[in-house]
């Protein structure tokens, strides 16, 4: 592959990529209440930003993983696509899955806090976890 079509097929798995961070962002911002980028620039609300930072870095190891077993190529940019939109959902039915078994609303909790709750550490490692599973699942 020459370099002018390396650099080409590099933007278009970074432009993918970043969608499916701002699509993560905003799945994020969906399960909890308020503006979460208010949440974690303005507020400093060190909950939200555990929280923000694990889905991130959840979908971007996930991108990682898809773009490295999908053998590369024009080809493959839907199939991490598709991954990346798989990832997005499983994390947001982990984080309900979550919901429902804690008492509360475990959005309200990571949100009201000013001071660091358990909960949204927990939250976290939910991110983590879903993505490690999809990562193992794409390694197939």
Same mark, same amino acid.
């Given at each position: 592959?020459?370099? =002018?079509?390396?650099? &080409?097929?590099?933007? *278009?798995?970074? #432009?993918?990529?970043? !969608?499916? /961070?701002? @699509?993560?962002? $905003?799945?994020?911002?969906?399960?909890?209440?308020?503006?979460?980028?208010?949440?974690?620039?303005?507020?400093?609300?060190?909950?939200?930003?555990?929280?923000?930072?694990?889905?991130?870095?959840?979908?971007?190891?996930?991108?990682?993983?898809?773009?490295?077993?999908?053998?590369? =190529?024009?080809?493959? &940019?839907?199939?991490? *696509?598709?991954? #990346?939109?798989?990832? !997005?959902? /499983?994390? @947001?039915?982990? $984080?309900?899955?979550?919901?429902?078994?804690?008492?509360?609303?475990?959005?309200?909790?990571?949100?009201?806090?000013?001071?660091?709750?358990?909960?949204?550490?927990?939250?976290?490692?939910?991110?983590?976890?879903?993505?490690?599973?999809?990562?193992?699942?794409?390694?197939?």
């Amino acid at each position: 592959m020459a370099l =002018g079509e390396l650099v &080409l097929l590099t933007l *278009a798995y970074a #432009g993918v990529g970043l !969608i499916i /961070l701002v @699509a993560g962002f $905003f799945a994020v911002d969906l399960l909890t209440p308020g503006h979460l980028g208010r949440q974690v620039m303005e507020d400093r609300n060190v909950n939200a930003g555990i929280l923000l930072a694990a889905a991130l870095f959840s979908l971007g190891l996930i991108e990682w993983f898809a773009v490295f077993f999908s053998g590369g =190529g024009w080809d493959s &940019l839907i199939d991490v *696509a598709v991954f #990346g939109a798989i990832g !997005i959902a /499983l994390q @947001a039915v982990g $984080f309900l899955l979550l919901d429902a078994l804690t008492p509360g609303k475990l959005g309200a909790i990571c949100m009201a806090s000013e001071r660091f709750h358990p909960a949204s550490a927990v939250a976290a490692s939910v991110q983590v976890a879903v993505a490690l599973v999809v990562c193992a699942a794409l390694t197939g």
